[in-house]
T-cell receptor, first 114, second 114 residues
Framework: EPEVTQTPSHQVTQMGQEVILRCVPISNHLYFYWYRQILGQKVEFLVSFYNNEISEKSEIFDDQFSVERPDGSNFTLKIRSTKLEDSAMYFC????????????FGEGSWLTVV | GEDVEQSLFLSVREGDSSVINCTYT??????LYWYKQEPGAGLQLLTYIFSNMDMKQDQRLTVLLNKKDKHLSLRIADTQTGDSAIYFC??????????????FGKGTHLIIQP
């Protein structure tokens, strides 16, 4: 079964450093998403991406964050100048259609900021 | 804004049925989802229901939707130890345009007693 893959599975970084989380969405999918889950809290939507641009973003997705599809397969989330409160599990997801009935998630990248 | 609520824990005996409940506030929800998260793993889509349906069955899983009360439930028949996980209810708002993200509940920890 096709799957969304994410790297790294776990990253520890110092406060103030930049982090790039990588995702390979399912190959025929057109919509890509990033979510995050702070420990013990809800899974929260960050951003959606289609046709090489951001479609929607939440209030969480401020200037500290950026997304990019640098080639035909990868989808990245960059977090500049990380803060302690950025520590969370970051999930990448993809879907074939807009307002789809099936959004597939990766296994997540656990980011710890120290 | 939209909100999704679930109880945090459910404990059932192996072989019994589990019923996980969820309430949501957005009356324009188009799709409602159940995701499963096993320890250290990503979010696995279990099943979904379109808002014009009131029931969907898929093997051991039965989803019931009461749109009037904005109540969604997931019934797992003959619960097994492998069903131990966190179950997330999520809804997709009908924005009519952009790729809005899913709104998740906090998740229900399903604990199976032998």
């Amino acid at each position: 079964e096709p799957e969304v893959t994410q790297t790294p599975s776990h990253q520890v970084t110092q406060m103030g450093q930049e982090v790039i989380l990588r995702c390979v969405p399912i190959s025929n999918h057109l919509y890509f998403y990033w979510y995050r889950q702070i420990l013990g809290q809800k899974v929260e939507f960050l951003v959606s991406f289609y046709n090489n641009e951001i479609s929607e973003k939440s209030e969480i997705f401020d200037d500290q964050f950026s997304v990019e599809r640098p080639d035909g397969s990868n989808f990245t989330l960059k977090i500049r100048s990380t803060k302690l409160e950025d520590s969370a599990m970051y999930f990448c997801a993809s879907s074939e259609y807009l307002q789809t009935d099936t959004i597939y998630f990766g296994e997540g990248s656990w980011l710890t900021v120290v | 804004g939209e909100d999704v609520e679930q109880s945090l824990f459910l404990s059932v005996r192996e072989g019994d049925s589990s019923v996980i409940n969820c309430t949501y506030t957005d009356s324009s929800s188009t799709y409602l989802y159940w995701y499963k998260q096993e320890p250290g793993a990503g979010l696995q889509l279990l099943t979904y229901i379109f808002s014009n349906m009131d029931m969907k069955q898929d093997q051991r899983l039965t989803v019931l939707l009461n749109k009037k009360d904005k109540h969604l439930s997931l019934r797992i028949a003959d619960t097994q130890t492998g069903d131990s996980a966190i179950y997330f209810c999520a809804e997709s708002p009908n924005s009519g345009g952009g790729a809005d993200g899913l709104t998740f509940g906090k998740g229900t920890h399903l604990i199976i007693q032998p």
